[in-house]
């Protein structure tokens, strides 16, 4: 059984760090169920393993919390479903190649209930959504803005930190940094895609798309075969 909990408010992101710690140690010692956890946090930045000091473009104007997930800069804030997956990935298939692609697969499913397609690209970690509306790239290709990012850690197996969709945040916050050290691309949000959603709707189109990657014996082997 995995527990799925959404926190109202803003969950201050220390706590959060903390909260997930436990919650891993104790998964992994067996004492406690896995954990799907749905919160948002007052504007911060965070520094992933892989992160560059020269990407942190004003590092005055919100708190940086350096991490120890994978991945370069992120930024979280309100308007921004950051979700929390403290699953265990060693009863899972001992794959974090395929566990990171189901989480992607995850956010795909779920930007698909809004009518959008998500698209994964090599040697960019999130995912991106076509702007055929925006002028075209140098190289002619449409231009693309990344709607969520992806950042996970494991101890013992088991996972924390996780996926972050852009719903309706304030996108000027992501000024401050380069997000994931990638500066050809933008980002965007479901409402400035135009989609007038809320964040409830999208925590139902998270749950019900759920199952469906995680839980079927069939989206397993399609990840584990590729």
């Not at 403290?86 to 809004?114: H, N, P, Y």
């Not at 990012?149 to 996108?171: C, M, Q």
Request: aromatic fraction near 8%; include cysteine.
């Amino acid at each position: 059984m995995v527990e799925w909990r959404i926190t109202d408010g803003l969950t201050d992101y220390d706590e959060a760090v903390a909260t997930m710690e436990a919650r891993a140690a104790a998964i992994a010692d067996g004492t406690a169920e896995e954990l799907v956890w749905l919160v948002e946090h007052p504007p911060l930045y965070t520094a992933g393993t892989s992160a560059k000091i020269e990407d942190l473009k004003d590092p005055d104007r919100f708190p940086v919390y350096p991490t120890k997930r994978g991945g370069q800069y992120t930024y979280h804030g309100p308007g921004q479903r950051v979700v929390y997956v403290m699953l265990d990935v060693g009863k899972r298939g001992r794959d974090v190649r395929c566990f990171v692609q189901d989480l992607e697969r995850w956010v795909i499913a779920t930007l698909s209930e809004f009518g959008l397609t998500g698209h994964i690209r090599d040697g960019r970690v999130g995912v991106w959504i076509e702007r055929p509306d925006k002028k075209l790239l140098p190289d002619g290709k449409i231009a693309e803005d990344k709607i969520a990012a992806i950042g996970i850690r494991l101890r013992k197996w088991v996972s924390f930190h996780g996926i972050s969709i852009n719903v309706e945040p304030d996108l000027s916050h992501f000024d401050g940094i380069v997000p994931c050290g990638i500066t050809q691309y933008g980002v965007t949000s479901l409402v400035d895609l135009g989609m007038p959603v809320t964040m409830d709707d999208v925590d139902v189109a998270l749950r019900r798309s759920f199952d469906d990657v995680f839980e079927k014996d069939q989206a397993r082997e399609s990840c584990q075969t590729g």
